[in-house]
């Protein structure tokens, strides 16, 4: 059975580049070798992820991240059953709020994932990675 699961939280200190490649570093190992997938994307001073996979794993990763000191205030926002991925290529993608072009900041003013709905959040990803602003290179 794959799930899907999709949280926000809120950075606990600067998010410094050294922390964000420490993160995905173990994100991309692990995930891997656990048949997770998934998209970090990273705004100022939140953190936003959709994490992908048997329901087993994806459990008892998002425990391990919701212990993790480096972010606080982790708010579950979107669960569901699915038949097929949607990140399917990448053991975890990056995607940097910060460089988004200004015509998608404008586009967006108010979008604020602590009160959106998991629907719109998930929209708002699947634009993030269609318009190229994803960091990371799919997986080979
Ligand atoms: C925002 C954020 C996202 C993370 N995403 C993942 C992830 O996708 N996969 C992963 O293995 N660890 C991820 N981590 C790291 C885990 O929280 C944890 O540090 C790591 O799995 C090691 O767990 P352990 O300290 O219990 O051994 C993330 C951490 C943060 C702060």
């Given at each position: 059975?794959l799930?899907?699961v999709?949280?926000?939280?809120?950075?606990?200190?600067?998010q410094?580049?050294?922390m964000?490649?420490s993160?995905l570093k173990?994100?991309q190992?692990?995930n891997k070798?656990n048949d997770?997938t998934g998209v970090l994307?990273?705004g100022?001073?939140?953190?936003?992820?959709?994490?992908?996979g048997?329901?087993?794993s994806?459990t008892?990763l998002?425990s391990r991240?919701?212990a993790?000191?480096?972010?606080?205030d982790?708010?579950?926002i979107?669960?569901?059953?699915?038949?097929?991925?949607?990140?399917e290529?990448w053991?975890?993608?990056h995607?940097s709020?910060?460089?988004l072009?200004?015509g998608k900041k404008?586009?967006?003013?108010?979008?604020?994932?602590?009160?959106?709905?998991?629907?719109?959040?998930?929209?708002?990803?699947d634009e993030?990675?269609?318009?190229?602003?994803?960091?990371?290179?799919p997986?080979s």
């Open positions: 059975m799930i899907r999709i949280y926000v939280s809120t950075s606990a200190g600067p410094t580049s050294t964000t490649h993160i173990t994100a190992a692990w070798a997770i994307c990273q100022p001073g939140v953190f936003l992820q959709a994490l992908e048997e329901r087993g994806v008892r998002y991240i919701y993790d000191q480096r972010h606080t982790v708010k579950l979107h669960c569901e059953s699915i038949d097929r991925r949607r990140y290529k053991s975890m993608a995607v709020l910060q460089e072009d200004p404008i586009e967006w003013p108010e979008f604020d994932p602590y009160s959106a709905s998991g629907q719109l959040v998930m929209a708002r990803i993030l990675l269609a318009s190229g602003t994803v960091i990371q290179s997986d």
